[in-house]
């Protein structure tokens, strides 16, 4: 896969939105289930949402109601949308991508072969 790139990270109150932005470049999002990660310092990754290659998406049950997963297929582009947010978001968010096979993409992270660099969210009280 192509370079992984996340943006949109920044710092907001509790209860205040923001929206991640993961850039895929020079493959085709039907050929790929992509993920979102989350991880604080001494954690492991956790894994947030996805979309997979036939469109379809879902979210951790941990932030089901509050959290969205989107795309742009013209700008082959993947977003989470984050509502609600909470202290306990704070974290490092990731993209990550691997190849789809047809089924629900994988949460564990070392099922996913490239990452980006990471975007960080830092929610206030």
């Known amino acids: 896969v192509g370079m992984l790139s996340e943006s949109g990270g920044g710092s907001v109150q509790a209860g205040g939105s923001l929206r991640l932005s993961c850039s895929v470049s020079r493959y085709d999002f039907s050929s790929l289930c992509i993920s979102w990660f989350r991880q604080t310092p001494g954690k492991e990754r956790e894994w947030v949402g996805a979309r997979a290659g036939d469109g379809s998406t879902h979210v951790a049950v941990s932030v089901k109601g509050r959290f969205t997963v989107s795309q742009d297929n013209a700008e082959n582009t993947l977003y989470l949308e984050m509502n609600s947010l909470k202290p306990e978001d704070t974290a490092t968010y990731y993209c990550?991508?691997?190849?789809?096979?047809?089924?629900?993409?994988?949460?564990?992270?070392?099922?996913?072969?490239?990452w980006g660099p990471g975007t960080q969210v830092a929610v206030s009280s």
């Open positions: 990550a991508a691997r190849g789809f096979d047809g089924n629900i993409c994988p949460t564990p992270m070392i099922d996913y072969n490239y």
